[in-house]
């Protein structure tokens, strides 16, 4: 039969909340909170320039079509990106988990038990002394209230670990990405350094012709013979040392990629084109928060955070299930399925911390602690894009004054080597001169191929700084009138 009357739950619930007072978390709170990106100087370092932040397709930039390729290769089949699905997956299962607390919850049972009943204890006859067999089927519902919404910020926060999970997700793809392509540049930099060390054989033999030619005539010694074979093995030992290189770029390539080695062996030498002038977009840093997916994960983070302490403040209050059960109980098969065998039970239970020995304040503590912690991560991290973006911005700036610079070294090199070789072919200076000019030269040549590459390796590095092409808007991860991330001392607990 039903329990209770709404007389009574009335007062038994008026009773509760006047007890609730018993076990408060009065005096425990927070007043940290994310930063603004306009909390910070970026004027000077991040100036507007009417730039275009980088699009998903970004590698079509660099001129090379194998590059695209690979990348898409490296982000479809990738054990990396698979562990990065898996944790979304988990966190989704936790969604699911959480939103079920928020409906009934409905089950049930059968069972059946053979029994011999003593003739001595509490079973009446005629079933005392005797052996009987017990059909029980009973349907059971049990429902939350939740009135002061811990189910609901469970959810939430499950919500927001959610989010975390897709903005690491894209944050792991920003960075394969970006590994793949400045991996890919550093095999395109031993490319072409070897072929410099290629030309430079042929340079140190063609020193070789003419120094067997002075020998012969009489203006060198054997000395400058040997000298000049040993410069020629040296140029011929560093081809060698780069070959092993490149083998390892490609092995790394063949990682990167999700696939074994022999993988990298298959990929075409690179073959990129000119790199692009930087510009930055406008109202960069404040845009920034929207396009770096390690801030949109710490933004998720704050926010599932937030929900904990919300959680954590509705442990303080009574909470209020009804349960209802009804079903079939008789001994036998013969009356089992009659009206007479009907059972059924309802009622409220009603649960209300009275005294804990400071459990739930510890918690909260903890809760809130965890909140501190997530505030300061995200504007740690905040801090860091900031600073990331404009060293890039920065180390390209550099590297594009050493260019002119240093191209214009490697010209005169140049033709002091050509004028040094034209002297000692003719007899007019010594072995040492014409070698110092060509190791000046080569030095040189492999300074501009240096920073050309290390500019565009920095601008792959500007690229990931910028977030790759992620934007939290079309990614469904963009803050929302939900979760502003107040701080938790001021929320209410209910909606």
Known sequence: ??????????????????????????????????????????????????????????????????????????????????????????????????????????????????????????????????????????????????LWGKNRERLRQAVSQEKVAQAEAEEVRVTLAASVASTYNRLALLYALRDVESREVRNREDIGRITDGRVGAGLDTNVEKQTAYGETATSRSSVSDLDGQITTVRYQLGALLGQGPDRGLKIANPSFGASRVVALPDNLPADLISRRPDIVAAYWQVAAAMHDVKEAKAEFYPDVNLS????????????????????????????????????????????????????????????????????????????????????????????????????????????????????????????????????RDQQIGLIKAMGGGFDATQAGLASNTDTPIPTPSNVKTTD
Not at 80 to 90: G, H, L, M, P, S
Not at 330 to 358: K, N, V
Request: net charge negative; glycine share 6%; charged share 20%.
């Open 1 to 146: 039969m039903f329990a209770g009357k709404p007389a009574a739950l009335l007062a038994a619930a008026v009773a509760a909340f006047s007890l609730a007072g018993c076990v408060n978390y009065a005096g425990i709170k927070s007043d940290k909170k994310i930063e603004s990106p306009s909390t910070y100087e970026t004027k000077q370092s991040l100036p507007d320039q009417g730039g275009q932040w980088p699009a998903l397709d970004w590698a079509q930039q660099f001129g090379d079509p194998q590059l695209p390729k690979l990348i898409d290769e490296a982000l479809k089949d990738n054990p990396t990106i698979d562990q990065a699905r898996a944790r979304i997956e988990k966190a989704t299962s936790y969604v699911g988990s959480a939103k079920s607390l928020l409906y009934p919850n409905v089950s049930g049972s059968y069972s059946w038990t053979r029994e011999h009943f003593s003739a001595n204890a509490i079973v009446p006859p005629p079933y005392a002394g005797s052996t009987q067999s017990e059909n029980n089927l009973l349907v059971s519902a049990s429902w939350d209230l939740d």
């Open 324 to 455: 209802l059960s009804a079903g079939l109980d008789a001994f036998g098969w013969g009356r089992f399925l009659t009206a007479s065998s009907r059972q059924m039970q309802a009622g409220p239970a009603i649960h209300l911390p009275i005294f804990d020995a400071g459990a739930l304040r510890s918690q909260l503590k903890e809760r809130y602690a965890d909140f501190d912690y997530d505030v300061a991560n995200y504007n740690h991290t905040l801090i860091n894009a900031l600073s990331d973006v404009a060293t890039q911005v920065s180390q390209i700036q550099s590297t594009d004054r050493q260019l002119v610079d240093s191209q214009q070294a490697l010209d005169a090199q140049t033709k002091a080597y050509q004028l040094a070789l034209v002297r000692y072919r003719s007899g007019l200076s010594e072995q040492l001169q014409v070698l110092n000019a060509d190791d000046n030269r080569l030095a040189a040549e492999k300074s501009v191929i240096n920073l050309q590459m290390a500019r």
